[in-house]
């Protein structure tokens, strides 16, 4: 049973930075991907950034290109999302997700997910 659990969510200021955490377990990831989605009150969940675990290519969307890094710890089973340079509209729940295979930027081809951790960036 894949269980995905993130942290480090909260509430910063316009240009602040934190990270995110998501803590994987209950298989070998060697053959997946890993990545982060996230929803704003309103719209749809949207892509924000995948790192393949086993090599670590890393894709991310255009939105958050340039300002979030993704990483994953082999050895500790974790990935993490560091998000520098925020700004309000990046405000949103964040999920970590686990896919068998490639990254995809479509959220209906992951199929593990965590419960969601807030991320709210005051103006």
């Known amino acids: 049973q894949v269980q995905l659990v993130e942290s480090g969510g909260g509430l910063v200021q316009a240009g602040g930075s934190l990270r995110l955490s998501c803590a994987a377990s209950g298989r070998t990831f060697s053959t997946y991907t890993m990545a982060w989605f996230r929803q704003a009150p309103g719209k749809e969940r949207e892509f924000v950034a995948a790192?393949?675990?086993?090599?670590?290519?890393?894709s991310y969307a255009d939105s958050v290109k340039g300002r979030f890094t993704i990483s994953r710890d082999k050895a500790k089973n974790m990935v993490y999302l560091q998000m520098n340079s925020l700004k309000p509209e990046d405000t949103a729940i964040y999920y970590c997700a686990a896919r068998y295979g490639f990254p995809v930027v479509s959220g209906r081809a992951y199929d593990h997910w965590g419960q969601g951790t807030q991320v709210t960036v005051s103006s």
């Open positions: 790192v393949t675990w086993s090599g670590g290519s890393t």
